[in-house]
């Protein structure tokens, strides 16, 4: 029983807000699979807005970490959980039912989740060396996972003027006997830039 307590005793403020990101994250979702079934504009945006929201918390609770001097190992592993959710998971969602449904745009898909998830592994283990080695994270190797942001407000532009489904831009090309929607590249490009090893971004 005092373990369970350490581990309440453990939580931050920061950590609030993190779980807030990967609970915005699940609701997109929610959000994405009743657009499958009803096939409503408004779960789309719904979708969009609250991986939006999860970008909020995202930013929120590293600030609120630093203010308060709260950082630890256990919100930077629940950041990094919370942010495979919203940044990486739920826009492969979103984008699966908007009509990425293809074999190939399911692969696709499924690498650049992939791509986020080696992409927070990876961080974790060089943040920690380099934290040691200078005191502070002093850039990112690849582009942080929270840049799939991007991708979702292109799919909530595609959604405005009825690009979706059918109508994907660049249509579907049929690569043997399955599909594979150009659009999905982007998910590609994506993943292979977030696990960029010569890709440096300066950390504010």
């Not at 609770?61 to 203010?67: K, L, S």
């Not at 927070?120 to 994270?137: F, P, Q």
Request: net charge neutral; charged share 15%.
């Amino acid at each position: 029983m005092g373990r369970h307590f350490s581990m309440i005793r453990d939580f931050h403020l920061a950590d609030a807000f993190t779980l807030g990101n990967g609970a915005c994250g699940t609701a997109a979702l929610f959000f994405a699979m009743d657009h499958v079934r009803e096939r409503s504009v408004g779960k789309v945006y719904a979708a969009g807005a609250f991986i939006v929201l999860a970008l909020v918390f995202d930013v929120l609770d590293g600030r609120i970490a630093r203010w308060r001097h709260s950082a630890s190992p256990l919100g930077r592993e629940l950041d990094s959980l919370a942010d495979v959710i919203s940044f990486g998971v739920a826009p492969a969602g979103l984008a699966f039912s908007l009509g990425l449904t293809g074999l190939w745009d399911a692969l696709v898909l499924l690498y650049f989740v992939c791509c986020g998830i080696s992409r927070l592994a990876r961080y974790n283990i060089t943040a920690e060396a380099m934290s040691a080695d200078t005191g502070k994270v002093t850039y990112f190797e690849g582009t942080p996972i929270p840049s799939s942001v991007l991708l979702v407000l292109l799919m909530l532009v595609l959604t405005k003027v009825g690009r979706v489904g059918d109508q994907l831009p660049g249509g579907v090309w049929g690569l043997g006997p399955y599909d594979l929607h150009p659009l999905a590249l982007l998910f590609g490009l994506s993943g292979s830039l977030m696990i960029s090893k010569t890709l440096h971004i300066p950390k504010p």
